[in-house]
């Protein structure tokens, strides 16, 4: 790369606001004062493909392609993500990755056997390279502030750690870009992912078989494009979209709570849980929220 210029890279799945987030990214440095050239590949997106961009800022900037080895910091929305695109970040460099799985639908035809197939969650892969780790819940986090699509904000303020600009162009930078009325949201999210200091990994890794004991089917339908990924990865033929493009549980009682497609599902639309007496989603009761 050009003396003075650095990279970074941003990788994630279809779905997970990645593109959202490199926009926000460049348009940050360049409120800072920054010749930024970006590019991003999103092609499968819709199926829960793989999305990255590339990233180059710096004094004076020609490509935006960032060669292997020399990127400054990987923000991975996604685990298996980071470990694709390690290879990309200079030693000594940094790795921020939400600890979240989306195992690619091809990978699903056994689901008993999928967990050992995906890359397990071990820090300790990047350690060989002098990496500066952070592994973090995005997904958890925003969950918890109330709108989990808000996680590619939190990946963000744990990135913005590694980046010599200061906050107030990150702000300005979401506060503009995000869809209207999740300014709040977003930095709110920001701000906690600014407060990662250090690599975290989680206890255990998730269960293939599911869960056991009795479950509930949760659509968000105001979240859900119709693209069927969910009813053709269901083992037990639960779920259908209609001709209208709508999703539909059609068979409840036979649900093992497998969670394949709520891991799946590249919009958070799908929730498998424990029956409750509430949803969670609005004030709807039932198993499906409407729109
Ligand atoms: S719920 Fe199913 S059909 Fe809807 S977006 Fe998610 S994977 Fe696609
Ligand atoms: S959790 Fe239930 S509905 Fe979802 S894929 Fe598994 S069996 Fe099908």
């Not at 995005?138 to 913005?160: E, F, M, P, Y």
């Not at 639309?269 to 709807?284: F, K, Q, Y």
Request: glycine share 10%.
């Amino acid at each position: 790369m050009p003396e003075g210029s650095r990279g970074l890279l941003l990788a994630g799945v279809g779905g997970q606001g990645v593109i959202l987030a490199s926009m926000i990214v460049a348009d940050a440095l360049m409120r800072a004062g920054h010749d930024v050239k970006q590019s991003e590949v999103h092609g499968m997106a819709q199926r829960g493909g793989s999305v990255f961009s590339h990233i180059r800022w710096g004094e004076r900037v020609d490509s935006p392609l960032v060669p292997l080895g020399s990127a400054e910091v990987l923000a991975a929305f996604e685990w298996a993500e980071a470990v694709r695109w390690v290879e990309y970040v200079r030693d000594g460099g940094a790795v921020v990755a939400d600890i979240r799985t989306i195992v690619p639908p091809g990978a699903c035809t056994d689901r008993r056997s999928w967990l050992r197939r995906y890359p397990g969650i071990d820090g300790e892969l990047f350690d060989s390279r002098h990496l500066k780790t952070r592994l973090i819940d995005a997904t958890a986090t925003a969950t918890d502030l109330g709108n989990v699509r808000a996680a590619n904000s939190v990946i963000l303020g744990t990135v913005a750690a590694f980046i010599d600009i200061d906050d107030v162009h990150w702000e300005a930078a979401i506060a503009d870009l995000v869809p209207a009325g999740t300014e709040k949201i977003n930095l709110a999210a920001f701000r906690a992912g600014r407060q990662v200091a250090e690599a975290r990994v989680p206890d255990a890794a998730q269960d293939p078989d599911g869960f056991s004991g009795p479950h509930e089917i949760e659509i968000r339908h105001d979240w859900c494009k119709g693209c069927d990924i969910c009813s053709r990865v269901c083992p037990e033929y639960c779920l259908a979209v209609d001709v209208d493009g709508k999703l539909t549980i059609v068979d409840p009682e036979a649900c093992t709570g497998c969670r394949l497609c709520e891991i799946l599902c590249p919009d958070f639309a799908i929730d498998i849980h424990a029956p409750r007496e509430l949803a969670v989603v609005g004030t709807n009761t039932t198993n499906e929220s409407s729109a």
